[in-house]
């Protein structure tokens, strides 16, 4: 039983130990805050089609969100399908220097008549809330899945 405890206590403090351990991997939000902006995506279309999902939204999250603290490094795309005829895409902890790239397209077969698009890349310095500034714009006519409308911006590296 001793002898249990021992390597019980050993193991223990190992794993303290360890956990104690700096990852090159994972910063906290104050080590990286400096080096960040806030990333307004906006995608606006002038008709619904069938009042619901008109549009599947893709833009890259620079940001792992299940731990809250961790930052991924390689951008991870995400697709959000909107309802109506506008969103709003906020992303945050986006680093200095980042491409970011913005696209949506209707999910129909055939272009919709009188369907036009504009979507836009709002930028706030350093993770900060207003002003944002308008940094990107485009308008198409009804975009398809295989010719979606894309977007992109070079955030400054300053």
């Known amino acids: 039983m001793k002898r249990v405890l ?13 956990s104690s351990c ?10 990286t805050h400096q080096d960040e902006y806030t990333v307004y995506y906006n995608v606006t279309y002038s008709t619904t089609y069938d009042f619901h999902n008109i549009a599947y939204i893709s833009y890259t999250d620079f940001f792992d969100y299940s731990d809250g603290i961790k930052y991924i490094g390689k951008p ?12 709003y895409i906020r992303v945050q902890r986006v680093p200095k220097g980042s491409h970011v790239e ?7 077969e055939e ?5 036009k698009v504009e979507i836009t890349i709002e930028v706030s310095k350093k993770g ?13 006519e009804c975009p398809l899945k ?12 300053k």
């Open 111 to 115: 272009a919709l008549p009188n369907t």
């Open 22 to 31: 700096s990852d090159d991997g994972i910063f906290t939000e104050f080590d």
């Open 128 to 140: 900060g809330d207003s002003p944002y500034t308008e940094v990107a714009k485009a308008t198409a």
């Open 146 to 157: 295989s010719n979606p409308q894309t977007i992109s911006y070079d955030v400054p590296n």
């Open 76 to 87: 991870m795309q995400t697709v959000t399908s909107i309802d109506g005829t506008e969103a």
């Open 6 to 18: 021992k390597y019980f206590s050993i193991a223990m403090c190992l794993v303290v130990a360890l």
């Open 102 to 108: 913005f696209s949506t397209y209707v999910d129909v």
